[in-house]
């Protein structure tokens, strides 16, 4: 208001007019300006309380919505976290227990090669016997059918005698 005041006042001094404010009806719409306020507000005070209000609670029930779902999301947090440790440790001792496993896999196939490798020298060993005994039985063969195909006349004697130093 103030400003329309200086406005007026400053309009008509540039323009050299005389200013009464006797002849305005400013102060009878000021009046009525007022008046329609209070009818307004007398009208809408309640409605606007009511809205003020509900706006108010809308906003403190969703505020608390939030919160309760932060809560809810930092509680899942919290149990994310704990089960990623539980995981952390079980990791661990699975490895653990595979390295173990891993020890005790490496001496046992370590006890079973060295098993084998005896149970393979061992049949080679009779194996060569074998061998050499049906070697023996050839040359004896051999022997005594040359022997036998000479007729030559010998005693039992002689041909063990012979058959001693062949096989010796």
């Known amino acids: 208001m103030k400003y329309l005041f200086c406005f007026l006042f400053g309009a008509s001094f540039l323009f050299g007019a005389d200013i009464n404010l006797s002849d305005t009806d400013i102060v009878e719409r000021v009046i009525n300006f007022v008046i329609f306020i209070a009818i307004i507000w007398y ?92 070697m023996e039985k050839e040359v004896i063969q051999d022997i005594l059918f040359e022997l036998f195909s000479q007729e030559a006349s010998f005693e039992n004697s002689d041909y063990l005698n012979i058959l001693n130093k062949k096989v010796s």
């Open 43 to 134: 009208l809408l005070a309640d409605k606007l309380k009511k809205l003020f209000s509900d706006r108010r609670e809308s906003i403190a029930k969703k505020l608390d919505e939030v919160q309760e779902k932060l809560k809810i999301a930092n509680k899942t947090k919290e149990q994310a976290l704990q089960k990623l440790e539980e995981a952390k440790e079980k990791a661990i001792d699975i490895v653990a227990i595979a390295k173990k496993e891993a020890y005790l896999i490496v001496q046992k196939i370590d006890e079973q090669s060295k098993v084998d490798i005896e149970n393979l020298i061992k049949n080679n060993e009779i194996l060569m016997d074998f061998e050499q005994k049906k």
